[in-house]
């Protein structure tokens, strides 16, 4: 009964700001690697993000220095603030557990929540 349900997303303006949520439960959420990815029509599946077990944190070139990634493991959650968005941020986000940057490693992903960015 693993789950993975993202939240969060919306229309954000350019220069404008969202913050993702993934709530996850049906594991132990503590011992796993987590990640976020991102999907736009016709793309392939981009890493963004990801957060290992021990609190490690890595960023893809596009998200450093404007995307935040944190972890609460009391409440099982995942979260991903993004900054200064722009419009190629546009697209379908999704946690995976497993990887904190490996997507291929990753062995569960969420049904992902749309962000787009436009005037």
């Known amino acids: 009964q693993v789950q993975l349900v993202e939240s969060g997303g919306g229309l954000a303006q350019p220069g404008g700001s969202l913050r993702l949520s993934c709530a996850a439960s049906?594991?132990?959420?503590?011992?796993?690697?987590m990640s976020w990815a991102r999907q736009a029509p016709g793309k392939e599946l981009e890493w963004v993000s990801g957060i290992s077990s021990d609190g490690s944190i890595y960023y893809a070139d596009s998200a450093k220095g404007r995307f935040t990634i944190s972890r609460d493991n009391a409440k099982n959650m995942l979260y991903l603030q993004m900054n200064s968005l722009k419009p190629e941020d546009t697209a379908l986000y999704s946690c995976?557990?497993?990887?904190?940057?490996?997507?291929?490693?990753?062995?569960?992903w969420g049904q992902g929540t749309q962000v787009t960015v436009s005037s």
């Open positions: 995976g557990r497993g990887s904190s940057w490996r997507t291929s490693r990753v062995d569960y």
């Open positions: 049906g594991f132990t959420f503590s011992k796993y690697a």
